[in-house]
């Protein structure tokens, strides 16, 4: 660890400290993640830090809305510090998602894996800093990539760039001690803040578009460096990805990438879902038989006769078995309404998506709720429990 990193960890470590006073006071916590409302409609991920340690761990896969008080929020953004020196492994961030802040994910040692959101437009300042991920793909927009924003993070092996990229901060590879290709999608060299931004990294690979593209990297005081950067036009894939798909549990299936390839995942409706270089991508398994396809990508070049169709099958859908309540009720869904039958005085009434978010909570006085069509909900009624389907 360098002198100047080790500065870093302990500014942030004496930031977090003085708000350690304060973390525990979110507004909501759903399905084990914290939030604080941040406008009349957005929240934002909050750090899940007391007793001296921040208590995220696992696999992250976060949600695009939460529910409280009779209001969907969007997650619209990731406090600075939420994730940092906690045990997360994987995290998939959602589309909503546009902020991420300073050090969001900094010191989180287990971190191998991440998926970030197509509307940011900026690595933040040591985002992963001194995280375990090994291949990283921004997403178009990004334009700035923040200082130490990567910063030894020793696994790392292959970068993504998109086009949109046209700055680079102080020591933003720092010390990536085991970077040695960069995909880079932007016709002009991006600007670099100073000639340390790749310190202690050794000789890398540099991907590009064609030969008016490599000259102008050649002519770059950076870029043009031999010893550091050795350039070369992109011609597609030189090693084929070998994808495959597997139930992931929790009404989630999973798809193994890897091979260190970045993915572009696209919807049911065609349009991009998400674009990731992480070893798994996570879909969710909604009320119908949803197909989403995977296509690997340079960034430059789709490589689209390598693509895989994966499906997310309804069947795959955890069934939930519960002891029969002694106030049998009926609870059933038609034309985008739930109906509640039977006596539900005294009881409550919550109800769920299948990925486990609360779009619901009130005492049971209504035997009918209008929701959202074309999806699957679970409902909760005092202790009977059903799952039905909308229309």
């Not at 960890?9 to 350690?20: M, S």
Request: hydrophobic share 40%.
């Amino acid at each position: 660890m360098t002198m100047r990193r080790l500065t870093n960890i302990l500014l942030l470590t004496a930031l977090l400290v003085c708000c350690a006073g304060t973390s525990r006071a979110q507004d909501i916590l759903a399905n084990g993640i914290y939030y604080n409302i941040i406008s009349d409609t957005q929240v934002a991920v909050a750090p899940a830090y007391w007793d001296g340690m921040n208590h995220y761990e696992g696999s992250i896969i976060l949600p695009e809305r939460v529910y409280c008080d009779g209001v969907n929020y969007d997650v619209a953004a990731i406090a600075p510090r939420a994730f940092w020196q906690s045990g997360v492994t994987e995290v998939q961030i959602p589309n909503s998602v546009t902020i991420i802040g300073e050090a969001a994910f900094a010191d989180a040692e287990e971190l191998a894996n991440i998926t970030l959101p197509l509307g940011l437009t900026a690595v933040s300042r040591y985002m992963l800093a001194g995280t375990a991920v090994s291949n990283v793909v921004l997403p178009e927009g990004v334009t700035d990539i923040g200082t130490g924003a990567f910063e030894d993070c020793s696994y790392l092996h292959t970068m993504f760039l998109p086009a949109s990229l046209q700055r680079i901060g102080k020591r933003a590879f720092g010390y990536c001690i085991s970077l040695s290709e960069i995909y880079s999608d932007a016709s002009n060299p991006p600007l670099t803040m100073d000639d340390d931004t790749f310190e202690g990294c050794g000789t890398i690979q540099v991907m590009l578009a064609d030969d008016g593209t490599t000259r102008r990297y050649e002519n770059d005081g950076i870029w043009g460096d031999d010893e550091q950067f050795s350039l070369w036009v992109d011609e597609g894939l030189a090693v084929l990805p070998q994808m495959s798909q597997e139930d992931a549990g929790q009404n989630w299936t999973a798809l193994n990438l890897g091979g260190n390839l970045a993915y572009k995942i696209y919807g049911p409706d065609g349009y991009l879902t998400a674009i990731t270089a992480a070893d798994r991508y996570y879909l969710p398994i909604d009320a119908q038989h949803t197909e989403y396809l995977a296509v690997p990508t340079t960034l430059m070049y789709d490589e689209e006769g390598m693509q895989l169709v994966a499906a997310a099958e309804p069947a795959a859908i955890e069934e939930i078995v519960e002891p029969e309540p002694e106030n049998k009720l009926t609870i059933v869904g038609l034309d985008g309404t739930i109906y509640i039958q039977g006596d539900t005085h005294g009881l409550w009434t919550f109800i769920y998506d299948v990925y486990g978010n609360l779009w619901y909570e009130r005492p049971a006085v209504n035997n009918w709720i209008s929701l959202p069509g074309h999806r699957v909900y679970v409902v909760k009624v005092g202790d009977t429990i059903r799952k039905v389907f909308l229309n």
